[in-house]
């Protein structure tokens, strides 16, 4: 395992880059960032919880890419259900393109079992302080490519036969809170009725257990993003995310490309209605 890498704002670490080497291949190693926190040091990750240890902080991972598991545990069979394959790939870091205490740039392989590439990534994170008191935001960019000279799909459990499992792409594994946890956007809150719905922003706030209060509010960065569902969990465990294949796999040709572009602000206090979240989400974009 390389150094992890960090990203700070001013003289604060606000996050750690982990390339994930050294995992367990059936967590599908991949780069991530976790512990991800408040400018007042609240943590508002979580990776390899028990519940879910293939959960990995705030990351890139998909179920289903050419029928290779990049989300890792277990893998959802049409009509035989979540099953234990040796189908398990990992994202291994080809080179960094930068590196500066704000901004991380890398090369990214999206490596099969058998040890062929089947996507090159492009990847950029960048946190910058935001004009909201107690804030700062991240930008996150990531490019696949299919590098393997024939049509591939990227899919998930829903495109493969699970109603309203259609995770994959972005995803953060939020962290172990005081059991207050609220999930939003602008048109509907709480997890069933945000959960599969296409809306502009996502906001998650709650308390850790010491009470300290934290947001995390999600905006699409383009407009192909910006057509993904949102994928939430509440009940069952703390987790939101964008989902690329909802219902119907992503059709990728020999050299196709897909992109998708999010900010996120990290707040240290409570998202209490939507014009608040809308309020920063305008300043953080100045």
Not at 218 to 223: K, L, M, R, T, V
Not at 252 to 271: H, S, Y
């Amino acid at each position: 395992m390389t150094e992890p890498a960090t990203l700070r704002v001013g003289g604060t670490t606000v996050a750690r880059y982990d390339d994930g080497d050294g995992l367990d291949p059936q967590l599908v190693p991949r780069p991530h960032l976790h512990p991800v926190r408040t400018l007042d040091g609240i943590t508002v990750t979580d990776a390899c919880p028990a519940d879910h240890r293939w959960h990995l902080g705030v990351s890139v991972a998909i179920q289903d890419v050419d029928r290779t598991n990049f989300w890792g545990g277990r893998t959802y069979v049409r009509d035989r259900g979540y099953q234990w394959l040796d189908d398990h790939g990992r994202v291994v870091r080809g080179a960094w393109l930068e590196r500066t205490p704000d901004r991380l740039e890398e090369r990214l392989d999206w490596v099969g079992r058998d040890g062929s590439v089947l996507l090159a990534e492009h990847r950029v994170l960048r946190a910058s302080a935001a004009p909201v008191p107690g804030a700062w935001r991240l930008d996150l960019a990531f490019t696949l490519r299919n590098v393997t000279g024939r049509p591939i799909e990227l899919g998930s459990p829903a495109t493969n036969g699970r109603d309203r499992a259609g995770y994959g792409g972005l995803f953060w594994r939020l962290p172990a809170h005081d059991g207050s946890l609220g999930v939003f956007t602008a048109d509907a809150s709480g997890e069933e009725a945000v959960h599969g719905t296409v809306s502009g922003w996502i906001a998650a706030t709650a308390a850790d257990p010491d009470g300290r209060e934290w947001s995390v509010v999600i905006e699409h960065g383009d407009g192909p993003s910006a057509r993904d569902p949102w994928f939430v969990r509440v009940a069952g465990y703390p987790g939101i995310g964008a989902s690329l294949a909802w219902a119907t796999p992503v059709s990728l040709g020999p050299g196709g490309e897909l992109r998708r572009a999010f900010g996120a602000v990290i707040v240290n206090a409570r998202a209490v209605d939507t014009s608040q979240v809308e309020l920063w989400l305008r300043r953080a974009r100045l």
